[in-house]
């Protein structure tokens, strides 16, 4: 799996997702050739409001170079959390994280692909 998706990294960033993004992004545009740019941004953190309109304008900005972000939230209220992933969000729970999120996910990347043909 790591193969075919091009990379794996761990960001942490605690309570700053914006820093903990803007690493993933520098670390996937300086090792990847995957001709795909997908970021996956999981967190078992609810966001508020504000960090999350921070986290949309970086994704955004980073969508005009070719990246699609889409945010995986483990337990919790996505309501905010798809503001900062207008691409889209996977919310699941510990309990049933491997059933719904892999599902999930995968229409997610579908929708993404199809659009970026179109």
């Known amino acids: 799996v790591r193969a075919n998706i091009g990379g794996f990294g761990s960001f942490r960033g605690g309570t ?4 903990a993004l ?3 992004y ?17 967190s ?3 966001f508020g409001y ?6 949309m304008r970086l994704n955004r900005m980073m969508g005009t170079h070719g990246y699609e972000a889409y945010g995986i939230l483990i337990g919790g209220d ?5 503001i900062g992933f207008p691409r889209g969000v996977v919310t699941t729970d510990f309990k049933k994280l491997a059933d719904s999120l892999l ?12 659009n970026a043909v179109a």
């Open 26 to 42: 520098r670390w996937f545009g300086e090792q990847s050739q995957a001709a795909r740019r997908i970021m996956l941004f999981c």
């Open 78 to 82: 996505a309501s905010d959390f798809r």
């Open 44 to 46: 078992d953190a609810e």
């Open 103 to 114: 599902g999930q996910l995968e229409s997610l990347l579908v929708t993404g692909a199809y």
């Open 16 to 19: 700053l997702p914006v820093e």
């Open 22 to 24: 803007i690493a993933g």
């Open 50 to 55: 504000g960090e999350n309109k921070n986290i």
